[in-house]
């Protein structure tokens, strides 16, 4: 079944910073943190009426030809594409519907191991704690008040 299509969001100068995959509404509505939905005059669809495996494909070759950000290129994209899956429904937060699961990466080690670099570099993301740290804020949250 061809339901599937590419889709590229663009910067103001028109330059991609994100290539996707996807069907119906995908493109149009907020679903990752780290690539803004942009508004609707700055979404590309490039290539419709795919199969999945045909959109897989497109995606990855796309995101080859304008790389990743954190190689030089000019994509946000975390992984070079082709991995995601159709039709998964990500439970909501709370007690009704589950706890949130996170995705786990399909990367190789190296990859890993260069994007915690980067995030510590950049202080994207808590530096690592040392022992007596966090046994302090161990401490400090089991105390009663």
Not at 26 to 31: D, L, T
Not at 46 to 57: D, P, S, V
Not at 97 to 103: A, E, F, H, L, N
Request: aromatic letters at 10%; proline letters at 4%; charged letters at 35%.
């Amino acid at each position: 079944m061809s339901k599937f299509y590419t889709y590229a969001y663009l910067r103001e100068d028109r330059t991609p910073y994100y290539i996707g995959k996807g069907s119906g509404m995908r493109a149009y509505v907020k679903y990752a943190r780290y690539a803004k939905t942009p508004p609707e005059e700055r979404i590309l669809i490039l290539k419709t009426n795919l199969t999945e495996e045909e959109a897989f494909r497109h995606e990855k070759y796309m995101i080859g030809v304008y790389k990743l950000k954190t190689e030089g290129g000019l994509l946000h994209n975390r992984t070079y594409g082709g991995e995601g899956s159709s039709g998964v429904k990500v439970p909501w937060r709370g007690k009704k519907r589950g706890k949130y699961k996170p995705r786990t990466c399909v990367c190789s080690e190296e990859t890993k191991q260069r994007r915690r670099e980067a995030a510590i570099r950049t202080n994207s993301v808590a530096r690592l704690q040392t022992p007596e740290a966090r046994a302090k804020m161990a401490k400090t949250k089991t105390k009663k008040k």
